[in-house]
């Protein structure tokens, strides 16, 4: 067996253990490529990696928010799931990187469309994977009185008509159930006010870091749409960004738009503007639902998701797909994807 004797420089970007050369009839040529890497091999006859042959990497997986609930009064759309993990990457193995799709605005009428999943996976790691979040419910066409928001990473609002309704719960977070929990659930449907053309209000979606508000029943006839959940913030990147808050759902005929989570949940529509708000790309979080009448307004969009990976910047081996932003601080490298993609070890 060879043994290289480092001499304090790095090899392959690892300051040890020293390479061991062992299988007969191997053949290396190495170069010195500077300070970060250190030594590296040119070719390699035999064995493409002598020394550590895994690193850990840091995880922050962000699913697609969910849409809001199409007008006439829609809840508000639940956040996609946030996760986070510490694993280890092996060197020269491919991981595939997923980033979920915010759910497409809706038109009057419609239960918002849920968020796509995202995902880290690859040989020799647990996969990972932040499960999309929930539309926003709708009441139906003045006919229902109230609708579910559905379940997901974050669960969606209630949407709720009139007085006539119940005040149900929200679509459930942390579906699949994760712990710790990667979302939370969507608010209940306030049921309006006691006068006969009273209009009730509807939940917040979920937020990765609180539930989604509820509709409230007063000031009467008509009540306020619900606040979206706020989202949870998180310093991978080096500076604290929050992720992941839930939409706002809409209030009644007399309300203003309700808001939207922390970290990029959209507004609850007002009647006057009648659409919701859609939610900051590459947060996951939900869309505002929309108001008006008849069915008039379009809810908005769920957030993209996003994935990240921090790792030390002398392990970084320089190979990716899906075109991630990246950065470093000298000492730590950052691959945020705001698409599909992949990274070698």
């Known amino acids: 067996a060879v043994t290289i004797n480092q ?11 020293n390479p061991v050369y062992d299988t007969n009839g191997e053949s290396v040529d190495i170069v010195y490529s500077g300070a970060t890497k250190g030594w590296i091999p040119n070719t390699d006859g035999a064995v493409v990696f002598e020394a550590d042959p895994s690193y850990s990497v840091d995880f922050l997986i962000i699913a697609g928010g969910g849409a809001g609930g199409g007008g006439y009064y829609g809840g508000g759309g639940g956040a996609g799931g946030f996760r986070t993990s510490t694993q280890s990457l092996n060197v020269g193995t491919a991981y595939t990187i997923t980033v979920g799709d915010g759910g497409a ?44 928001g559905n379940d997901g990473g974050s669960g969606g609002g209630v949407g709720s008509w009139n007085s006539g309704g119940s005040a149900s719960v929200g679509g459930l977070g942390n579906i699949p159930s994760t ?30 870091g609180s539930v989604g508000t509820d509709g409230q029943n007063s000031p009467n006839p008509n009540g306020a749409g619900g606040a979206g959940g706020n989202g949870l913030a998180n310093s991978i ?23 939207g989570g922390s970290g990029g949940g959209g507004n609850g529509g007002a009647y006057n503007t009648r659409n919701g708000t859609a939610a900051t790309i590459n947060t ?3 869309g505002g639902g929309a108001v008006g009448s008849p069915q ?6 769920g957030g993209k998701g996003v994935v990240i990976l ?18 470093d601080d000298g000492t730590t490298k950052i691959l945020t994807f705001t698409g599909t993609g992949s990274y070698t070890g």
């Open 105 to 148: 605005t809706t038109g009057p009428g419609s239960v918002g469309n849920d968020g796509s999943d995202s995902s880290i996976s690859g040989t020799g790691i647990t996969t990972i994977t932040s499960n999309g979040g929930g539309g926003g419910g709708y009441p139906g066409n003045g006919s229902a009185n109230t609708g579910d």
């Open 310 to 327: 921090s790792m030390p910047l002398a392990k970084f081996s320089g190979t990716t797909t899906g075109s991630p932003t990246e950065a």
């Open 179 to 208: 712990s710790p929990s990667q979302g939370n659930n969507g608010g209940s449907g306030g049921l309006g006010g006691t006068g006969p053309s009273s209009t009730g209000s509807c939940g917040g979606g979920g937020g990765a």
């Open 237 to 259: 990147t080096g500076a604290s960004v929050t992720y992941a808050g839930g939409g706002g759902g809409t209030g009644s005929q007399n309300t203003s738009a309700s808001n």
């Open 284 to 286: 996951g979080s939900g």
């Open 296 to 301: 008039s307004g379009n809810s908005g969009a």
């Open 7 to 17: 001499n304090s420089l790095n090899f392959q970007g690892n300051t040890s253990p």
